[in-house]
């Protein structure tokens, strides 16, 4: 076993807004574990919504509680192992590893057929305390996690990376994109501009790329978008509509978060077109539904994670054909959490926040 501290330093969540950090006990590994140093872990528009309450996370009036407190909170992180169980073949201490969000129960229909990331158990790092997450000096691959060994050459800002881009992959991968579509994304926070990344490869006949803050929109542009607009200050949906012979695009993926996008991609998307929903809402949304069948006949894509997906990401970061320069905004120390939390939350000056933990 491993010489590791009793007690380590973390940040635990126990209710909406009563985070802080506290000692606790250090996580051993089992035989089939592995224990891993964190190194960094990003802060994600789903762990601002869920400091700040959204119904999504902690239940309310439509939705089931789905956080399980008190809990670690963070799943976008990266470490080194430093204690595997005696079952552990694949990795040894000192190996850098990333892990996919979701602990599959491997039992379950979903991941009987190979789709465990909509296991119905369900344990993502940092949402459940039996997967406790990486804002801490440590944290356990538990039994089940797919882990995935990481370059050790791969400078922190782009590695950490990998959990979000890996996402993204997915969401465009729903979008089932061709060289002969107008693409539009909405919103490039961290996650978008992963998609806009993942996107030009795919060389769309038109990429284009809303979101209302200019310093994301310009790294939009050098990712590979060929047009960006921000709705605050331009009428999007009849740019776009223009553009088109007043068709409307072929695919939209809304990545905002904000209500008012989903309603600007039913506008905006042509009919028979598709609509990918990727975000996470702090309240509910509405629009006419009737837009998607009566009206246009939509394709309506949801995305959640992402499967299968780390492998090809990881690689695509390590040889450059994934952009991630200017992307992590903000590195800062878990101590700091609450601005860091504060800054994620506004978005102001920021598009990816990391904690480290000393």
Request: overall charge neutral.
């Amino acid at each position: 076993m491993a010489d590791l501290p009793k007690k380590m330093k973390a940040l635990v969540a126990r209710a909406v807004g009563q985070y802080k950090i506290e000692e606790v006990d250090t996580p051993r590994a089992g035989d089939d574990d592995i224990v891993i140093k964190v190194e960094a872990c990003g802060i994600c528009a789903g762990d601002a919504k869920a400091y700040h309450g959204a119904e999504r996370f902690w239940g309310g009036p439509t939705q089931p509680a789905y956080i399980k407190a008190p809990v670690i909170p963070g799943h976008e992180f990266i470490g080194h192992v430093v204690e595997a169980g005696k079952n552990i073949k694949s990795f040894k201490p000192g190996d850098r590893v990333a892990s996919d969000q979701i602990v599959p129960c491997w039992e379950c229909r979903f991941c009987k057929s190979g789709r465990y990331w909509m296991c119905q158990k369900h344990d993502v790092y940092g949402f459940q305390n039996n997967v406790n997450g990486g804002f801490a000096e440590y944290t356990r691959l538990p039994k089940g996690s797919v882990n995935w060994q990481v370059p050790k050459d791969i400078p922190m800002e782009s590695a950490i990376l990998i959990e979000p881009y890996a996402c993204a992959k997915h969401a465009v991968d729903r979008a089932q994109v061709t060289p002969t579509d107008v693409v539009v994304q909405a919103g490039v926070g961290c996650l978008g501009l992963g998609m806009v990344g993942y996107l030009r490869m795919h060389n769309p006949s038109k990429l284009i790329v809303l979101d209302v803050k200019d310093e994301r929109l310009k790294l939009a542009k050098e990712f590979g978008a060929d047009m960006v607009i921000n709705p605050s200050k331009e009428n999007a949906v009849k740019k776009v509509l223009d553009l088109t012979e007043g068709y409307g695009c072929d695919i939209y993926i809304e990545a905002t978060g904000h209500p008012s996008a989903v309603k600007q991609g039913m506008d905006m998307v042509r009919k028979l077109g598709r609509f990918v929903e990727f975000s996470v809402f702090g309240a509910e949304t509405t629009i006419d539904w009737s837009i998607i069948g009566d009206v246009k006949e939509l394709d309506l894509l949801g995305s959640h994670l992402s499967p299968y997906c780390f492998g090809p990401v990881i690689e695509w970061i390590a040889s450059g054909k994934l952009p991630t320069r200017g992307v992590v905004t903000h590195v800062m120390k878990l101590d700091d959490w609450q601005k860091g939390f504060d800054l994620a939350s506004s978005g102001e000056g920021a598009t990816r926040v990391v904690l480290t933990p000393n």
